[in-house]
């Protein structure tokens, strides 16, 4: 018999990935350069890969925006848009070099995948979200 522990983890897995199929769909009427189901798996294995690395757990609530952030910038990207600028973004490095490289690495592939270049100012915007999720993370 499962304890109740082991079956509020499973439920948290099923949310989890019922969450992310409700975001490709949502996504199909966004996303008009990449298809949905695919980006969304491929973020989902970087930022996954990015956690486990990192010790860092992003909120299911700051997830979507993550997902749904990163799916629409890969979109973007493919589609020849520039793109965007992040404020004090060599300070923002320099304090995290450590993550900026493994999100660097980690997210390379999406560069590999959809033949996009990720600029640094898109790989701060990333850091940032994982900054707020080692944030609650420490509380």
């Given at each position: 018999?499962?304890?109740?522990?082991?079956?509020?983890?499973?439920?948290?897995?099923?949310?989890?990935?019922?969450?992310?199929?409700?975001m490709a769909e949502t996504l199909r009427n966004h996303l008009r350069?990449?298809?949905?189901?695919?980006?969304?798996?491929?973020?989902?294995?970087?930022l996954g890969e990015v956690q486990a690395r990192l010790n860092v757990a992003i909120?299911?609530?700051d997830l979507v925006?993550?997902?749904?952030?990163?799916?629409?910038?890969?979109?973007?990207?493919?589609?020849?848009?520039?793109s965007v600028?992040?404020?004090?973004?060599?300070?923002y490095?320099?304090?995290r070099f450590p993550i900026y490289q493994t999100v660097r690495e980690v997210f390379g592939t999406l560069e590999e995948t959809y033949r996009i270049e990720l600029s640094d100012?898109?790989?701060?915007?990333?850091?940032?979200f994982l900054d707020g999720a080692k944030r609650e993370h420490d509380e």
């Open positions: 018999m499962l304890n109740l522990k082991a079956v509020e983890e499973i439920q948290h897995l099923i949310d989890t990935e019922e969450t992310y199929c409700k350069h990449v298809d949905p189901v695919k980006v969304v798996s491929d973020v989902k294995r970087c909120p299911k609530g925006g993550v997902v749904l952030h990163t799916c629409c910038m890969v979109d973007r990207l493919v589609s020849g848009d520039d600028s992040f404020k004090n973004k060599r300070q490095i320099r304090e100012d898109e790989i701060c915007y990333l850091i940032s």
